[in-house]
Structures are given as C-alpha cells and as structure tokens.
C-alpha cells in the first residue's frame, strides 16, 4: 500500500506558528485600555461626548489593527524595498504641511482631506526607520562606519525632522533624530567620529538655546521650577502632579477623576491620558500599564536581537527606539521630569495618525520576529 506523503505547510503558516503572540496581547491590552481611558477623560466634557472620541479611537485602532494582519502577510524585505518611495513621500507631505496645513494651537501639523485629518510627522519616524534600515542594511561590510557611511545617513535623518520642528513640533523632531542615533549606534560608529559628534554637541548646545522660541524656553524653564508660573506656563505639569499624587494607591475608580471631570486638567484625552489613568486606577493601575509596556519592549527588543539579518534587526531597533522614547517622554512630562513637548502615550492617547503607524509599526516588528534566523530557510 502506497504511504501517502504529508503536506508541507507554507512558508507563510510555519511563520505563523512562530507569532510573538505575548506582544500581540500586550498590543490589545493597551489599545483597549486607551479606548476607555479617553472615554473617560472626555465623558463630562459635551463637546467630546458628542464627537465621541473613544468610538473614533475605536475606530482608527480597527483600522490599524487590519493593515497590521495585512503586513504580516509580506515579508518585512518588501517593505524596505520600498522604503526610498516611502520616504519622499513623506518629505512631500512634510513641505505640504508648511504650505497648506491646519493649524491647531499655534502649530501646523495636520493636512485636511475632507473629514480626515492627516498628521505626516507621525508617518516621519516610519519613514526613517525604513530608509536608514535600508541604508545600512545594503551595507556588506561589518566594520564601523565613518564620516564618509555617516553622512548620507545624517541628511535621511535631519531632511525630516527640520521639516517638524519648522511646525513647530520640537519633540516629534527632537524623537526621530534620537531614533536615528540610536539605528547608527547599533550598526557601529567609529570611535573617533562619536568623539567629535560629542564636542560638537556640546559645543552648540548654547546656540540651540538661542534658536528656541520663547514659549519651548519657558517649557524647559518650568520644568526647573513649576511654581514660578503656576497659572501660566506651571500650570498644565502642576495639574498633572496633582492628578497623579491624588489617585495615591487604589485610584478615585473609574469615571470618578476630579481633575478631568473638573476640566482642570488640560489634554486630557491626548498628552496628559496618562494623568487620568493615574488618578482613577492610582498606583496599581499604573503600574499595570507600566508592566505592560515593558513587556512590549521587551518582546520588540527580542524581535530585534533574534532577527534573520541587519536589516531586519535595525528596523526592530528603530522601532523599539521609537516606542521606549514615546513612553519614557510622555509619562516623564506628566510626572513633571520631563518638560511639556506634546508627545502622546502610544496606544492609549486619541489621535488617528499616531494609532494608525503605531499599528504598523507593531506590524513590522511582529514580521521580523515571525522570520527569524531560524526561519530564514523558509524564505530563501
């Protein structure tokens, strides 16, 4: 009797099975806690109720959530093929944004497309970590790089993140650029060119200061003493201290926050989500968020360190990057150690363009992970 022959499975479905299925769930879980979190923020306030934000956030991480299915059916390869395309793009939106753009609170940093709102700059750190993923990733050589490797990769970087902070968005462009670093660092920089990048940092720190708008001046000078303004420009990082300090271990309970319920709290919903977090589920609840995002970090660093190649490894490394800076930044400002730069917790505050490339992002973290070395047979 003739044995019949197992079918082999798909490259696709073997890499299926190796799914990092702890970053996936902690993904959902700080998805669906930011839902409620803005349906909380934003329940007492009428105008938000009836835009009902929460539903629009829903909506955006559904969307977010089919293209990060849609991603992982492609190798992570085709996507930076791609990536010079992605990256003009980018730049084109970027220098549309300056011409054309919505401005909201002072800066112009969202394109109109009937009743969408786009924001490139959030596209930026994709756009990025792609190309310089790209970049180095077509390099054969292993030693480390010098002026001459850095330069090209120097303008990719700074092109982008002049555009942002031109919005003014100083902390987004302030982001992408340590995200930059961070990809060079890992590929390997010679010793003698990180010495003179150092000076030269230092160096033009004091003319840095000089190119500062005076309100990004009053930021940082808050941050050194809240209470020299505290209705002006302390106010918003006092509030959040307060909204922090106040939901002490157990937390008001859920919808009960005075700070938000009383509109004392300014952003409630966007850069300041994590305030609110803090003052209904208090400590414990923080630090479940907390965990949660450190297990996300940590399985994207896994993603990295296992990858099948450079280019697989930088693009994890950029993205990584990309998310420990978002949260580090984010829960810094709103503890009052950091100075307010406008910088959304990921996953959890309301924005449509931040939720969108922070789903893709996860994608492209997820398809590395998924073709790692030991998988690397399977796609030859």
Known sequence: MTGIAPSKSSPFRRAVSQMDWLLALATLLLSLTGIYMIYSATHSNPVFLKNSLHLKQALWSSI?????????FFDYHIFTR???????????LLIAVLFSGQVVYGAKRWLVFGPLRLQPSELARLAVILVLARYFGSRGEENPIGFKELFPAFVLAIAPVLLIVRQPDLGTGLTVFLIAGAMVLVVGVRKRVILTIGCMAIASAPLGWLFLKPYQRQRILTLINPDADPLGAGYQSMQSIIAVGSGEFWGKGLLQGTQSRL??????HTDFIFSVLSEELGFIGSVSVLALFFIFILRCLSAALNAADKEGALLA?????????????????????????????PLVSYGGSASISSFIAIALVLNVGMRRKSLTHAFS
């Not at 977010?64 to 992982?72: A, E, F, Q, S, T």
């Not at 791609?82 to 084109?92: N, P, S, T």
């Open 64 to 72: 977010g959530l089919c293209l990060l299915l849609c991603i992982l």
């Open 82 to 92: 791609w990536a010079y395309f992605f990256y003009a793009l980018v730049i084109v």
């Open 263 to 268: 509109h004392f709290l300014p952003e409630k």
């Open 317 to 345: 490394v950029g993205i990584t990057t990309a998310f420990f800076l978002y949260i580090i930044f984010n829960i810094g400002m709103t503890l009052g150690l950091m100075p307010i730069v406008g910088i959304p917790l």
